[in-house]
Every structure is written in C-alpha cells, then in structure tokens.
C-alpha cells in the first residue's frame, strides 16, 4: 500500500492530537461549558471535578503533587511565569542567574529581558555532543545565584540533558532548577523529586495534546518555591495565573499526560527502532551524513542529520512529500542556518546542510522507509548536481 503524503516526520514543531485526547476534548467542549470557579452551582462543580481530574494526571506523569500543578496556555507562558516570576520572588536573594546555550527562545528570551534589567545571566556551553557538562554548571554558579534554567531535551537534536546531576549540585548549592521539559514530557520518564526540579515546563501539543494549554510545576515543599504572578485577575491557580480555565484544554491535556504516563516505555522502545531504521537506511545510502548530537542518551524519535554538500533549502523544496525541518519552527522563519548546531560546534556550511526529522507516536514503518529512500534519492541527485523528479 502507498504511504499517504505529505509525511509528517516534524513532531518537534507539534504532534497530532491524538483520536483519544481528541474525543475527551469535543466531549468536554461540547458538554461542560462550566466555570470552574463557580462555587455555587452543579455546572462549577462538574468543570471543577474535570479540572482537579486532569491536575492528578499532568501530576502523575511527573511525580509530583496535584497542589504543584498551574495550567497556562503552553510551554512559553509557563517558562515565562517560572522565569520573571522567579526572579521577581528572589530578587533580594541574589541577581544572577544560569543557563545553557542550547535553549528554546521561550527561555532564552525572558532571561536577555532579565539581562537587560540588571540580572547577571550567564550561559553555559554544551560539548560538541549536544550535552551539558554538570561540572561546567556547578562552576557559573555563584554565591548569589538565585535560579539555573536548563532544558530537558534539546527541540533540534534530542539531546536529553543531565538533570539529575545538576538538581543535585542545585539542591547543594540551595540553587532553585527550572527545566523547559516541552519535548522531554510524555517522552522520556521525569520524577521531579528524582530529578530535583523545582520548576517545569510542559505543553499540550508536543504531548499529543491540542494546541494552547500546557502546565508549570511548581514545587510546594523542600523547598516550597514562590513565584510572582505575570498577571493579575481572578486569582486562579494559587493566584498565579489569573484567567478562567481553558477547561476543554485542561482536559485532554490530562488525557495526554495519561496516555503518555501509560505508553511511554513502549512507545519509546518503538521509536528507537523506528529511529534506527531510518539512521541505517540513511547510511546505507549515502556517503557523507553526520549524525549531529549525541546518539546517546537522545529523544527515541529525533534525527538531526547533516548531508555534505547539499544545503537544506534545497533538499527541503526537493522533498515535498515529507514534512521535515531544518531547525525548530520558530527560529525557521530567518532562513539562517541553525544557531543550535553552530553552537555546538558545526561550521554554517553543516549546519546548513542538515535537517530535523521528528518520529511519532503513528509514524509507520512503511513512512520510515518511504521517507529515509526519498532523502537518499534527493540527496544523492542534488551531488549530481541534477534535480530528482518527484
Ligand atoms: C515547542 C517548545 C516550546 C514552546 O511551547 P508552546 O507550548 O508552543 O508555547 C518551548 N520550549 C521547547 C523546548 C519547545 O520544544
């Protein structure tokens, strides 16, 4: 049987959301039109019951406690609370703060905001590997450093970052951690407690979820850590984030966090292979690729792969019946080639050779192989200087 095309193989931009999550969401959509902070009423009360529900899984998925969980409208909102919120609660403490120069914009944005108001920031390097050094943190860290924000796993190459070594040294250090965990949640185990975040970032629709929603973990105890609201209103969530609830939203981001809670460990393990697949028939094919970041420890689903002598605009408007990237969403706009693989160690003529294949959760084998023989038939025509019929 053909595969359908396009093939979506970029679920680091978004993933689909899932038929399951997408019945609980049409289901609370259409039936629970309540405001959960109606006290007085059965309509309240029924948002309220689905919204606590939906607390304990996004918890669950976490290790953590359902008190600790603030829904927003997604990763970007919630790394920004963490961030300036962080910082405005601790400022007395202390002016500096740490992070890594493998960042998404949604943090590393706020901190230049930050940077720009009179906080130190100081970014770490990772090694040519794509990972942070534990080692490297511990030494920014100062007596006056009030927060570290490292991401969990890196959106362009999959690198799964040291995070429980370095909530160690934080905890150490009494150094509270936030994570930016929008790729590494659903798809990788995460213990906060294990862990030693205080702080963590989450989104709806990289957890095959819908689109505007997403949570920030905050810890209550050991230590209990304040925040001070980014806006203020109704006095929802602890106060934190004024704003009725988004109670569809909430919903089936519950329901992605169970699924993904309940599939992870298989779901994983199917990837990886998935993952394996395409690497070999990628290798098998071609001379010349270069698999950028880390192979270990890297997100089951994520191939970051670098084709001397084909710049990936080219290869991209070549391979329209595969939806791949060159770099993250965001940033894909600039036609530059990716910072992130500059950063760690790539020339501009490798980083502008690559591209960003995201596995998912209803990736097949049949799109694997269609996907990795079209590359090879592109790639191998563009050094031959012709141009592939599609
Ligand atoms: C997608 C992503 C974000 C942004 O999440 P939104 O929910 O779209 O705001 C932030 N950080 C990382 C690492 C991401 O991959």
Not at 153 to 170: D, K, M, S
Not at 319 to 341: E, F, R
Request: proline content about 4%.
């Amino acid at each position: 049987m053909p595969v359908k095309t396009p093939v979506y193989l970029d679920h680091h931009a978004t993933t689909p959301i899932d038929p399951r999550v997408l019945e609980v969401l049409q289901r609370v959509q259409r039936d629970q039109f309540g405001n959960p902070a109606s006290s007085g009423h059965a309509f309240g009360w029924a948002a309220a019951k689905l919204v606590d529900t939906a607390r304990e899984q996004v918890a669950a998925l976490l290790g953590a406690g359902a008190r600790e969980i603030i829904f927003t409208s997604g990763a970007t909102e919630s790394n920004n609370l963490a961030l300036l919120g962080c910082a405005e609660a601790y400022a007395a403490r202390g002016r500096h703060l740490v992070t890594t120069n493998l960042e998404h914009e949604a943090v590393e944005l706020p901190l230049a905001h930050l940077a720009q108001g009179g906080w130190r920031v100081s970014t770490v390097a990772a090694g040519t590997d794509g990972l942070m050094i534990p080692e490297a943190i511990s030494s920014a860290l100062t007596a006056d450093t009030v927060l570290v924000s490292m991401i969990a796993a890196q959106n362009e190459i999959g690198t799964i970052q040291p995070l429980a070594e370095v909530g160690r040294i934080c905890k150490d250090r009494g150094v509270i951690l936030h994570t930016d965990a929008a790729q590494a949640a659903g798809r990788i185990p995460l213990d906060v407690d294990a862990l030693g975040v205080d702080l963590l970032s989450l989104s709806g629709h990289k957890i095959y979820g819908p689109k505007g929603v997403g949570a920030l973990y905050v810890r209550r105890r050991n230590p209990r850590v304040s925040l001070i609201p980014r806006q203020q209103g109704g006095g929802q969530e602890r106060g934190l984030r004024s704003g009725t609830l988004n109670v569809p939203g909430i919903v089936a981001l519950g329901e992605a966090c169970r699924i993904a809670a309940h599939e992870l460990t298989d779901e994983s393990r199917r990837l990886l292979e998935l993952r394996d697949r395409f690497w070999h028939r990628l290798r098998e094919g071609l001379s010349g690729v270069h698999l950028n970041g880390a192979e270990k420890p890297r997100l089951a689903g994520n191939l970051n792969v670098s084709f001397e002598g084909v710049g990936s605009r080219k290869l991209l408007t070549q391979l329209t019946q595969l939806a791949v990237s060159t770099g993250s969403a965001c940033s894909s706009a600039d036609a530059g080639p990716s910072t992130i693989l500059q950063r760690i160690g790539l020339t501009p003529e490798m980083a502008g050779a690559s591209l960003r294949i995201g596995l998912g959760r209803f990736t097949t084998v049949q799109e694997v192989d269609f996907a990795a023989n079209r590359i090879v038939a592109v790639v191998a025509s563009l050094r031959d200087g012709g141009t592939e019929a599609e």
